[in-house]
């Protein structure tokens, strides 16, 4: 039987799983009445229909802990306002630790819980054994119980949701798979479903494992793809206790879970398994699909589950569950206006925290996309942290068997990712290789973090104590501020504007009074509509109705959105990021160093503090400011990509008689 749709909405939510009813319900809570969700299926069809439905309170930030405690308060009143079971449990979680470097990470969040008042308790080994007495804690160091925490029914928390976004005046259609999103001039301006056109102001892309490809398709990245997700649920399991909490074992890899007197035993492992490696696409059709039986990748933590509770040596399996649940590259969800199409939003890339997160999620995504943008500190979570590459296949699938990992991993300060490096390599990559340069990555950019010393190995050793680094930053930092240090600034986003319009349009969306003035540089916030700042930057007027825009590496997909959306008709934004290297020549010796590269005037008179021009360096013509970001006398040196490495020699080459040295990003 076809179905009849509205011929037009107000906004229109692709996807029926738990965050596509959360946006869907608080959109309709906030005042927008006019709201449509699609589901190609069922309701929580694809990933929400199988997922462990965890629930926990502390997040890695305090917005995070502020979506995961919304989401968990929503859950316990919405079930009571629409007579609906979302099917808590609360029976608390325990995280163990077998190292003494993840009983210091755990000890780390019990004193994070404190500052978001979340009950925490820390509890040595002994007091495990005594209060869960089928664990085996010999190999403990001890553990931290959370009693709020626990897990919920995915499919009661997503038809709850449903139920109330229908109260509040959504309309929800199964069976109804979207064929096109339609877009003219840039802007959304409906949707095909089943043969027919809705137009609509808005769309939530909340399509889960889909939504890279359903991207693809209309020229946006949305950097996600599904890995292989595995978990087993036991025979029944005699006087096993039905408030047994959560048990997270972060060093095996493992949780478990009380289903209905059996054990649920999922696994967040090392190196993961991407999904439909033949096709690189997701079917259509999947929407109930699982994939076949994988002992043997699942064997190790089977027997790791084996040595935590030894009475599994006796228990059968009864279930073997192995679904797909997609990743983002950082384990972040992505979150969001797209930069691609005005008014399509995302909110998918949950990382296997959907049901825990789903709530506030909803919440964030309808604030967003009500407001035009979001007040919270949410860059995390803002899918315009990423670029177009990394929605890349190569890129993606190679990451998503990392990160799949880093859930469960330990989370270091400064910690690298191993998988897809090397994407963006400076022209002079192997000089500093070779001069002991330890790299990072910065928006794709691999960045010097630091230069070992005497011949030491350029790798991280990672801790929350010591860092192995510190000699080596001691010295650059040091010599920097007796001599030279040479940074490499190269991943700074770089834009300009060229238009009769450019100072005016800059003066609006500055905070700051922008000089039009050739050579004189601004540093400045820009703000949204609301006074909260959006991003800090430097402007300079590089010639006359001609300025550049420089602002940090990772916000560059943001920055450039935030100013484009803002800037007149006819005035074009032209990202040069990637057209330039930059030097940073910083130091007491940097003027004498400038001064024998080169035959300008360096003198204070004529080259004073925020300004800028083009010199001239082995008959290369660079545009060089008189900006530091170390409180030294220091220039930043603009070299065109193709120039880039013999100035980078040459500096070197001449730096020797002032002792420079390189330093990287820790220093």
Same mark, same amino acid.
């Given at each position: 039987?076809?179905?009849?749709?509205?011929?037009?909405?107000?906004?229109i939510?692709?996807?029926?799983?738990?965050?596509?009813?959360?946006?869907?319900?608080?959109?309709?809570?906030?005042?927008?009445k006019?709201?449509?969700?699609?589901?190609?299926?069922?309701?929580?069809?694809?990933?929400?229909?199988?997922?462990?439905?965890?629930?926990?309170?502390l997040g890695?930030?305090?917005?995070?802990?502020?979506i /995961?405690?919304y989401?968990?308060d929503?859950?316990?009143?919405?079930?009571?306002?629409?007579?609906h079971?979302?099917?808590?449990?609360?029976?608390?979680?325990?995280s163990?630790?077998?190292?003494?470097?993840?009983?210091?990470?755990?000890?780390r969040?019990?004193?994070?819980?404190?500052?978001?008042?979340?009950?925490?308790?820390?509890?040595?080994?002994?007091?495990?054994?005594?209060?869960?007495?089928?664990?085996?804690?010999?190999?403990?160091?001890?553990?931290?119980?959370?009693?709020?925490?626990?897990?919920?029914?995915?499919?009661?928390?997503?038809?709850?949701?449903?139920?109330?976004?229908?109260?509040?005046?959504?309309?929800?259609?199964?069976?109804?798979?979207?064929?096109?999103?339609?877009?003219k001039n840039?802007?959304?301006q409906?949707?095909?479903?089943?043969?027919?056109?809705?137009?609509?102001?808005?769309?939530?892309?909340?399509?889960?494992?889909?939504?890279?490809?359903?991207?693809e398709?209309?020229?946006?990245?949305?950097?996600?793809?599904?890995?292989?997700?595995?978990?087993?649920?036991?025979?029944?399991i005699?006087?096993?206790?039905p408030?047994?909490?959560v048990?997270?074992?972060?060093?095996?890899?493992?949780?478990?879970?009380e289903?209905?007197?059996?054990?649920?035993?999922?696994?967040?492992?090392?190196?993961?398994?991407?999904a439909?490696?033949?096709?690189?696409?997701?079917?259509?059709?999947?929407?109930?699909?699982?994939?076949?039986?994988?002992?043997?990748?699942?064997?190790?933590?089977?027997?790791?589950?084996?040595?935590?509770?030894?009475?599994?040596?006796?228990?059968?399996?009864?279930?073997?569950?192995?679904?797909?649940?997609?990743?983002?590259?950082?384990?972040?969800?992505?979150?969001?206006?797209?930069?691609?199409?005005?008014?399509?939003f995302?909110s998918?890339?949950?990382?296997s925290?959907?049901?825990?997160?789903?709530?506030?999620?909803?919440?964030?995504?309808?604030?967003?996309?009500i407001?035009?943008?979001?007040?919270?500190?949410?860059?995390?979570?803002?899918?315009?942290?990423?670029q177009?590459?990394?929605?890349?296949?190569?890129?993606?699938?190679?990451?998503?068997?990392?990160s799949?990992?880093?859930?469960?991993?330990?989370?270091?300060?400064?910690?690298?990712?191993?998988?897809s /490096?090397?994407?963006?390599?400076l022209?002079h990559?192997?000089?500093?290789?070779?001069?002991?340069?330890?790299?990072?990555?910065?928006?794709?950019?691999?960045?010097?973090?630091?230069?070992?010393?005497?011949?030491?190995?350029?790798?991280?050793?990672?801790?929350?104590?010591?860092?192995?680094?510190?000699?080596?930053?001691e010295y650059?930092?040091?010599?920097?501020?007796?001599?030279?240090?040479?940074?490499?600034?190269?991943?700074?986003?770089k834009?300009?504007?060229?238009?009769?319009?450019a100072?005016?349009?800059?003066?609006?969306?500055?905070?700051?009074?922008?000089?039009?003035?050739?050579?004189?540089?601004?540093?400045?916030h820009?703000?949204?509509?609301?006074g909260?700042i959006?991003?800090?930057?430097?402007?300079?007027?590089?010639?006359?109705?001609?300025?550049?825009?420089?602002?940090?590496?990772?916000?560059?997909?943001?920055?450039k959105?935030?100013?484009?959306?803002?800037?007149?008709?006819g005035?074009?934004?032209?990202?040069?990021?990637?057209?330039?290297?930059?030097?940073?020549?910083?130091?007491?010796k940097?003027?004498?160093l400038?001064?024998?590269?080169s035959?300008?005037?360096?003198?204070?008179?004529?080259?004073?503090?925020?300004y800028?021009?083009?010199?001239?360096?082995?008959?290369?013509?660079?545009?060089?400011?008189?900006?530091?970001?170390v409180?030294?006398?220091?220039?930043?040196?603009?070299?065109?990509?193709?120039?880039?490495?013999?100035?980078?020699?040459?500096?070197?080459?001449?730096?020797?008689?002032?002792?420079?040295?390189?330093?990287?990003m820790?220093?």
């Open positions: 039987m076809d179905k009849k749709y509205p011929s037009s909405t107000k906004v939510v692709i996807g029926g799983g738990v965050i596509g009813c959360s946006v869907a319900y608080h959109l309709t809570k906030f005042g927008w006019d709201v449509v969700l699609l589901e190609r299926d069922q309701l929580t069809s694809g990933t929400t229909w199988h997922a462990a439905g965890l629930v926990s309170q890695p930030s305090a917005t995070v802990t502020k /995961r405690k989401t968990l929503l859950y316990k009143s919405l079930e009571k306002e629409v007579d079971s979302a099917g808590l449990r609360l029976n608390g979680a325990l163990i630790a077998q190292t003494d470097s993840r009983w210091q990470e755990l000890k969040q019990a004193t994070t819980a404190q500052l978001y008042d979340i009950d925490l308790r820390i509890l040595n080994k002994e007091e495990i054994k005594k209060n869960y007495p089928m664990m085996s804690t010999e190999d403990i160091k001890g553990g931290v119980f959370m009693p709020g925490d626990g897990s919920a029914d995915p499919s009661g928390v997503t038809h709850m949701l449903a139920k109330g976004a229908r109260k509040g005046g959504a309309k929800i259609y199964e069976q109804s798979p979207v064929e096109t999103i339609l877009t840039g802007r959304v409906g949707v095909k479903v089943n043969g027919q056109n809705i137009e609509c102001e808005h769309v939530v892309l909340a399509t889960g494992m889909w939504s890279r490809q359903i991207g398709k209309i020229g946006v990245s949305i950097p996600l793809y599904p890995a292989e997700h595995f978990y087993v649920i036991t025979e029944p005699e006087k096993l206790s408030t047994l909490p048990i997270r074992d972060f060093d095996s890899s493992v949780y478990f879970k289903d209905a007197g059996k054990l649920l035993i999922g696994i967040f492992e090392g190196k993961s398994i991407p439909f490696n033949k096709t690189n696409q997701v079917p259509e059709n999947f929407s109930f699909g699982e994939f076949p039986e994988n002992f043997e990748h699942f064997q190790p933590y089977l027997e790791k589950s084996m040595k935590r509770f030894p009475l599994l040596e006796k228990i059968g399996i009864r279930k073997f569950f192995s679904g797909p649940e997609s990743f983002t590259p950082d384990t972040n969800s992505l979150l969001g206006e797209v930069p691609e199409i005005k008014n399509l995302v998918c890339g949950l990382n925290i959907g049901i825990g997160s789903g709530g506030g999620v909803g919440k964030m995504t309808a604030e967003w996309l407001n035009g943008h979001i007040n919270e500190d949410i860059f995390n979570y803002d899918i315009k942290r990423f177009k590459f990394h929605s890349d296949v190569s890129f993606i699938k190679s990451r998503i068997t990392e799949l990992g880093d859930l469960y991993g330990m989370h270091w300060p400064y910690k690298q990712h191993r998988t /490096r090397n994407i963006k390599t022209p990559h192997n000089l500093l290789k070779g001069f002991g340069a330890c790299f990072g990555v910065s928006a794709g950019y691999e960045r010097p973090m630091w230069f070992s010393l005497d011949g030491e190995k350029t790798e991280y050793k990672y801790s929350y104590n010591y860092q192995n680094w510190y000699p080596a930053v650059e930092t040091s010599n920097t501020v007796s001599n030279i240090g040479l940074f490499d600034l190269t991943p700074f986003s834009f300009e504007i060229k238009s009769d319009q100072h005016e349009n800059l003066q609006k969306i500055c905070t700051a009074n922008i000089k039009n003035e050739i050579g004189k540089c601004t540093y400045t820009m703000l949204n509509e609301d909260g959006e991003t800090d930057l430097t402007v300079v007027c590089i010639d006359h109705n001609h300025f550049r825009i420089i602002s940090s590496a990772a916000t560059r997909e943001r920055d959105f935030h100013i484009k959306k803002y800037l007149s008709d005035v074009d934004l032209i990202d040069v990021t990637d057209d330039y290297c930059v030097f940073g020549v910083f130091g007491p940097s003027r004498s400038m001064q024998e590269i035959k300008e005037d360096f003198t204070n008179e004529n080259f004073k503090f925020g800028a021009k083009n010199i001239k360096i082995d008959n290369t013509k660079i545009w060089t400011q008189r900006l530091s970001y409180g030294e006398l220091g220039y930043e040196l603009y070299v065109k990509i193709s120039e880039a490495l013999k100035i980078y020699e040459l500096i070197i080459d001449k730096g020797k008689k002032f002792n420079l040295s390189n330093c990287g820790h220093a």
